[in-house]
């Protein structure tokens, strides 16, 4: 048996009862470089999502998105927005999740 630190237990999947705990993170920062991508677009921000929804994310966190891209704060978010797009309840859900993004454009060779 181990021990459990103060987080809460969101979420206990009896398929995986002997090893699998799902437990909500800490407050935290999430980075992703490349973040104007495919691989961003397709499955990362998904991914996240479908754990915000399941409230597996803390209540404070954010995502950071960075790339080569020239974007606004609303031109990243609008990417995700339209290649997650969906109905009813869900909307609202994804609304609160993107307000978390923010995006920093930049050329990884330059050192400034």
Known sequence: MCCMDSREIVHFDDS??????EVA?????????????????RKLVPALFQLYRRSLLPEHFFVLGCARAQLSQDDFRDIFR????MEGSYVEHLE?????????????????
Request: charged share 25%.
């Open 96 to 112: 609160d999740f993107l307000r978390r993004f923010f995006y920093i454009g930049f050329d990884y060779a330059s050192p400034e």
């Open 82 to 85: 339209k290649a997650m797009s």
């Open 25 to 41: 993170a800490e407050d935290c920062g999430i980075v992703i470089f490349g973040a104007s991508g495919d691989l961003t677009r």
């Open 16 to 21: 995986r009862a002997d090893y699998c705990l």
